[in-house]
């Protein structure tokens, strides 16, 4: 399967007056602008809609949330005062918590209106309405009354019931109607050269049309919830456990306690009601939407202009911290791979080139400033189990995995090999971890065998076949290929087949993401809290998230356990069982944790204005209004 947004490519053109300098015409970035290098935009910059992390830095730099994270992942307060969530026993006997976010004073939006409870209100609105499709989980949680305005009826029960029936009746006609299942087809793969009487065959094709139902899924219940909101009447219109207090202050009470809802409640932007709220109403977030690439809020920057592949921000005199040094903010799409190269040139005063050795000595030798900092996230490589159902062959692949040279090869010390999947940065990560598989041909050998296999006339068989596999990578630029030449050359002694096949970035996520890779290798972003409900919880593999296909009672089980409690301590015990779990499932190698490098033109970045002691939480830009050029520092 391919993937069905469709890829931006980056306009290589001249960049308004700003930036049209290359390294032969000389550097004509005015004073008071600074240049930010950045992969490609989607031009989503509206909070609640944005799908990727660069839409979501703009968002960020536009807007402000309730919290923010200080340097070691810990809630503080940001545009409201910071107050600890408070228990209570609730109508229903069990334990309730009530969060309280109060404003501070003066704080305004970037055309002047003040930023109220209202405001916060309409903001958690947007995201709990019944039509929200975007990538927030926030109506995940617990909120007293949430079910009843979701549904419209305090008999909410069974009108989820009915919902979840029509819904599905009507996701199943949809990949049952042929012309449904071509426009569909046409979408996914219309990119890649195919057309619509090349795909005309495919609409009955039950794998097609298992990948098409979550698509289905989610269009159904968009249509549903939008016909029973069409009329613009309700008969539930507020959300019980989300209150007005006064015009600064708002509470949200939970019907039990959740570690996670601190967090999806407070670090979300608020979004002016008077801008994006004009034409909303229950079940209709177009009014919303239709904003989504022009933003507007009260964070430091004000929304300029986005432009081939250019976003343009600037100061907000305004913003209740101060007004940012730095008059104008510009992001700059750049290939991949480039970073260092426009850096050397001239053309951006901010860049993140890859963390390896060679780029290091690059970048030290040219005399750019940098910053090494411990990525949030992690390399891994993923076995499928919907392609592989057999766990002893993939503990046999497991087992062919040669990661420590590689790693060291690639990355030399800005890297280190893990031995459980999620980021070391993570206070959940085993401090003792150890390795699960080493590496073996001869415990690989056993593996096989114990899955049926035998080796006869120098082949791999089991029932008359050779074992076969491919190993899937997006680039031969990548710390997995050494591991996957050595896989390769050990599986063929041992009588298999093994290809190492090469595939565009889009169509090798696409495939990996729906299960159908035997084998890849990718990266993890994380969040400051190890939730791991997304990534390998069985119900996530009809979403299209568990790409591994891992479907074990025990491991959900763990994952519900972890996010019902607020003890740390218990939440890392269960999180290193649940990580023991996939190990021994077999379905996620951990590869390794590196760092992320920010190089910065020292002529014109005042390096003494960068924040001092960053970390994944708290990087260059978290003291964004600090930030000096040369030039400013030396007019102060």
Partial sequence: MLRKTKKIIAALICLLMIFTALASCGRIIPEGTVVVSSTEFNGVFNPPFAKTAYDAVIADLVNVSLYKFDRKAELEGFACDYRAPAEFKGDDGNTWVKYTFRLKNGIKFSDGEPVTADDIIFTYMVYLDPTYDGSSVLFTLPILGLEEYTYDTANYEEAEKEAERIINENADKKINDADWMLDWLVAAYSQY?????????????????EEARTDAYIEAKSEYMSDKYASGTASVSEIAGIKKINNRTVEVTLTEVSPVAEQYLSVISILPQHYYGADFKKGDLSGVKKLDGAPLGAGPYIFESYANNVVSLIANDSYFEGTPKIERLVYQVVDPGNEYAVLKNGEVDIADPSAEPEMLAKVEEDGFHYELIDNLGYGYIGVSAKMTPD?????????????????????GNLAVVIERPISMVSWAYPQDAKAFYEYSKD?????????????????????????????????ADHPVVPVFTQMKSDLESLGAKCDIVTLEWSAYSEKFGAGEAEVWAAAWGATPDPDMTQVYHSNQIATGNNPYHINNSELDKLLEDGVKTMDREKRKEIYSKALDIVMQEAVEMPFYQRKNMYAMQQERIDIESLPENMTPYYEWAAEIIKLRTVVTAEAQ
């Fill in 193 to 209: 050269g195919y057309t619509a009487d090349d795909l005309r065959d495919y609409t009955d094709d039950e794998d097609e049309k």
């Fill in 443 to 475: 415990k690989a050998l056993e593996y096989f065998k114990a899955a049926g296999y035998t080796q006869e006339g120098g082949k791999l068989v089991k029932n008359g076949t050779q074992y076969s596999v491919n190993l899937y990578i997006s680039s």
């Fill in 391 to 411: 766990v002893n062959v993939r503990k046999a692949l497991m087992s062919l995995m040669n990661r420590g040279p590689a790693v060291e090869t690639y990355y």
